[in-house]
């Protein structure tokens, strides 16, 4: 019987700043980033917060908002540190865990009664702690699985404790707003609004051909959703690594051979990533050259690498710094490592940020998984494979 917790800390940029820069308390302040060309507020401070800033406004209306409005500039190492203490608590409760780094973490409690007593006890425990080493006030709600979890901690945050208990999930979601569903994106919801559905139980009334007339394809699974229905697991990352790695019939050096041979690894290895929802922060190039000399190089990137393009990018730029003897290579291999899950929900209806380059990887991932790794791809590997390459594995 599985027992569910989520963890949902509001403005968690902010309080991490707060945390390293005590000077930020009690005053108005955005962290700002770049989003579609312009700046935007990927956070804002309690106290902006107050005076009507919102988050992700354009960075120049919060400054009409705010004229004295300072612009924090974002911290990965602060984020890093804070989830840091954040997993170090949550570690010595939760044997499985699942955080986006953003403030958003799943904890799997299931069989942890006899040890740490009924959930909501467990989860309490936890804010306490997290609260006492870090002053973060965490909204957190227990249950029987992550979507119910994550609108419960939706309807009571910035702070406090919700239990949802086992069997009336269906009756808790009955009246709650729809848009409290997660995956909900926003072409999804105007579809939505014309139906004059307002709360989470007119979905959960839908019979399966209502359901399919209405919204398609995925309208059985957003029906179930408001029912409460949900079996994706906490995905904890771990140490795994993800490693592709492609053999030369015989030792190359020609430029378009092993650049196409770097491409088709970082292909299969984004393809295994993303299937399991996750995205990397480090990447690692392998490479043994004809007389047996291996040379490795490695990356932690900032952000994380989720599209083929952003990880053939690193592995080219990794190839460049490390390839610098005039010998031929015999293998190459690419390893992705430090995952994360993806920053929306495994049973997605729609992306919430929709871009040319996560769409047009989601098509060509679609079609690879269904007919075969390697049914899809770019030029450059066409052009190798006719010069000298083995197929990467």
Same mark, same amino acid.
């Given at each position: ?163 949802? %208990?086992?069997?009336? =999930?269906? !009756?808790? @979601? +009955? ?5 409290? *569903?997660? $995956?909900?994106?926003?072409? &999804? ?8 559905? %307002?709360?989470?139980? =007119?979905? !959960?009334? @839908? +019979? ?5 007339? *209405?919204? $398609?394809?995925?309208?059985? &699974? ?14 904890? !990352? ?156």
């Amino acid at each position: 019987m599985r027992t569910i917790a989520h963890l949902n800390i509001i403005g968690f940029r902010a309080a991490a700043a707060e945390l390293f820069d005590s000077s930020l308390r009690g005053r108005p302040y955005v962290i700002a980033g770049r989003a579609g060309g312009q700046a935007v507020a990927w956070d804002v401070s309690p106290a902006a917060l107050k005076e009507g800033v919102k988050y992700g406004a354009p960075l120049s209306a919060a400054q009409r908002i705010v004229k004295e409005l300072m612009v924090v500039p974002p911290d990965p190492g602060a984020y890093s540190k804070v989830n840091s203490l954040l997993e170090d608590v949550i570690s010595r409760y939760a044997p499985v865990w699942q955080n986006d780094g953003a403030g958003n973490i799943y904890l799997d409690l299931t069989g942890t009664r006899r040890i740490f007593g009924p959930a909501s006890d467990c989860v309490c425990h936890i804010q306490n702690e997290i609260l006492d080493k870090t002053k973060i006030e965490a909204a957190a709600a227990a249950g029987t699985n992550k979507l119910v979890c994550k609108v419960a901690s939706r309807t009571i945050r910035p702070e406090g404790l919700i239990e949802v %208990r086992r069997g009336e =999930e269906a !009756a808790f @979601l +009955s009246h709650q707003d729809i848009a409290l *569903l997660p $995956g909900l994106g926003s072409s &999804l919801m105007k579809t939505i609004r014309v139906t004059g559905f %307002r709360e989470a139980g =007119e979905l !959960a009334a @839908l +019979s399966d051909s209502e359901a399919l007339s *209405l919204f $398609g394809k995925k309208g059985i &699974l957003l029906r179930d959703s408001a029912r409460g229905i949900d079996d994706s697991p906490v995905a904890s !990352a771990g140490n795994r690594v993800i490693e592709s790695r492609a053999d030369f019939s015989q030792d190359a050096i020609d430029e378009t051979v092993i650049k196409g041979a770097i491409t088709s690894v970082c292909g299969n290895a984004g393809l295994q990533m993303r299937r399991d929802k996750l995205g990397a922060s480090a990447v690692k190039l392998s490479v043994i050259y004809a007389d047996a000399v291996k040379a490795d190089i490695s990356e932690k990137k900032k952000n994380l690498l989720v599209t083929d393009k952003d990880i053939i990018t690193a592995a080219f730029g990794l190839y460049q710094k490390s390839v610098i003897r005039r010998v031929r290579i015999r293998s190459i291999s690419v390893s992705l490592e430090d995952f994360s899950p993806l920053g929306y929900e495994p049973d997605l209806f729609e992306l919430e940020t929709d871009t040319k380059s996560r769409k047009l990887q989601e098509a060509a991932d679609k079609i690879q998984l269904r007919y075969g790794a390697g049914k899809v791809t770019r030029g450059i590997v066409l052009a190798a494979s006719k010069k000298d390459f083995a197929y990467a594995y």
